[in-house]
């Protein structure tokens, strides 16, 4: 099992430690509801090391990715990143990543599930296409900590050590900062649907960095784990690889088609422009306190018409929430369905996304 460069501060902050994606991981410090509130409330800390992290160089390196990738890299600005897409042939959803742009080089973060399988990906599209680009793995030698909630922005940049005006740092920009000769690349990105960064920064860094968050985590900053991590996306609908995206599963039937730009050539674009969806990834609402757990069916009038792809009993909003594919006939919020369970049916109303949405 591998291990992120905070694994021993996780135990030592008493957390309960589960495999997820082959990495050893803090799914939660105690109470998950606190964890959730403290994120919605005010500020938690994530470790998200085990997040790919990878860098693309060379001559062909844009023109690689956009071979790749579902949107455009090679007009980003330096310090700009975007969301999309690895598909394949088919349009089907390989991972969903995020590209950046640091002068010519291209930092992507991916998915932990889907690391090992986009770099052969990547190695077979960057041989077959004679592309001259180089593909730099930095997920071992690097950690990375999401910092998320309303006060994350003014409280983080009041004790940052660095020359960085964090509150001018808009959405999807980021900056690169040395400090004590390392350099740290502070991201305005994350997961859970509240306002925050990403901190990318040396492994051997991470411990000095722990330290500097020490007064913060007593204060304001809770760390957070998985479990939480999951609940905050959830109530955001943020896609989930292996629950909402897959290989089967379209960026259109995602809902997600405005994260790919159908006039690129990237691989599987031909698949997409000639799609027509059967499914849609939709919100659902349902009656009483049962959670519908992925892969639970949905029915009309008895009849299956999709599954549950995640859901939670929202920490939020008080109500059972999930997110499920549905035949696009009964996609339309205020539609009533059922969600089946072994002991028998509840009652569920399809609803728009997200179901929560930060002032």
């Avoid at 349902?286 to 859901?311: C, E, M």
């Avoid at 997110?323 to 028998?344: D, I, N, Q, W």
Wanted: with cysteine.
């Amino acid at each position: 099992m591998l291990q992120t460069p905070l694994h021993g501060w996780h135990v030592d902050q008493g957390a309960k430690m589960v495999g997820f994606a082959g990495w050893s991981m803090p799914v939660s410090y105690g109470s998950v509801i606190d964890e959730h509130n403290a994120c919605r409330s005010e500020g938690a800390i994530f470790d998200v090391s085990h997040m790919g992290r990878l860098r693309f160089s060379g001559p062909d390196a844009g023109r690689f990715l956009e071979t790749v990738f579902t949107r455009p890299v090679t007009n980003l600005d330096d310090g700009q990143s975007r969301y999309g897409f690895i598909t394949n042939e088919h349009g089907g959803i390989k991972d969903d990543v995020i590209v950046g742009r640091e002068r010519d080089d291209y930092p992507v973060v991916v998915n932990a599930s889907n690391r090992a399988k986009l770099l052969e990906h990547f190695e077979t599209v960057k041989t077959t296409r004679g592309l001259n680009v180089k593909i730099d793995d930095r997920t071992a030698k690097t950690a990375m900590l999401a910092l998320q909630g309303p006060a994350v922005i003014e409280k983080f940049a009041d004790i940052l050590p660095i020359d960085l005006d964090l509150r001018s740092l808009k959405r999807f920009r980021f900056e690169t900062v040395s400090y004590m000769l390392m350099k740290f690349t502070v991201s305005r990105t994350g997961y859970t649907g509240e306002d925050g960064v990403e901190v990318t920064l040396p492994a051997k860094a991470s411990a000095l960095a722990m330290r500097g968050l020490s007064g913060p985590l007593k204060e304001w900053l809770r760390p957070a784990g998985l479990a939480a991590r999951d609940t905050l996306r959830i109530e955001a609908a943020m896609p989930l690889y292996g629950h909402e995206l897959d290989e089967d599963t379209d960026p259109i039937t995602a809902g997600l088609g405005w994260a790919c730009d159908l006039k690129q050539g990237f691989i599987g674009a031909d698949a997409l422009r000639a799609s027509e969806p059967t499914h849609k990834i939709v919100g659902l609402e349902l009656d009483g306190k049962r959670i519908a757990r992925q892969g639970n069916p949905i029915l009309a009038n008895g009849n299956p018409i999709g599954t549950v792809t995640s859901g939670t009993m929202s920490p939020t909003l008080g109500r059972s929430i999930a997110m499920a594919k549905l035949e696009l006939a009964h996609t339309e919020p205020g539609t009533v369905v059922a969600a089946a369970f072994k002991s028998g049916e509840v009652p569920a109303t399809v609803v728009g996304l997200p179901f929560y949405k930060r002032a």
